[in-house]
């Protein structure tokens, strides 16, 4: 056995070269800590740490699930949504109510016929354009 000595103290050569490799890739944050960092109660230090973590894209994943976790505990926004749904079916009742009581803004026109100015304007536009085609 490979014996490393420093100033802090003799350590096996094994224990030396975890170490090492364990210290290039960051230890994940505690679960609580990202709580935190959601919330927004976190120091430079802790935001740091968390940055670092997150450059390796397999640690997304777990972050993204605590995230879903935080936001389903922590729901942003809670929206009384029964009063907006009684105004809505009320304004909705009200415009029924309106409409049954209004004359439609649209004219019925009638399909044939009858002879209207536009008719007669269509009949009278064709003849010109047949004396016209026709040369005389």
């Given at each position: 056995m490979t014996i490393y000595s420093s100033a802090y103290g003799v350590y096996p050569l094994e224990f030396v070269v975890l170490k090492m490799t364990t210290e290039a890739m960051p230890e994940p944050p505690p679960k609580q800590l990202l709580f935190d960092f959601f919330?927004?109660?976190c120091?430079?230090?802790?935001?740091?740490?968390?940055?670092?973590?997150?450059?390796e894209p397999e640690n997304r994943v777990l972050y993204y699930q605590y995230l879903n976790e935080w936001e389903?505990?922590?729901?942003?926004?809670?929206?009384?949504?029964?009063?907006?749904?009684?105004?809505?079916?009320?304004?909705?009742?009200?415009?029924?109510?309106?409409?049954d009581l209004e004359p439609s803004p649209f004219v019925a026109v009638s399909q044939g016929g009858?002879?209207?100015?536009r008719s007669i304007w269509f009949w009278a536009a064709s003849v010109l354009l047949v004396l016209?085609?026709?040369?005389i």
């Open positions: 919330a927004g109660k120091t430079a230090l802790q935001k740091q740490w968390i940055a670092d973590w997150l450059k389903s505990q922590h729901p942003q926004y809670r929206a009384d949504v029964q009063p907006a749904l009684d105004r809505f079916r009320a304004a909705v009742q009200q415009e029924q109510i309106e409409a009858s002879w209207t100015s016209s085609i026709g040369g």
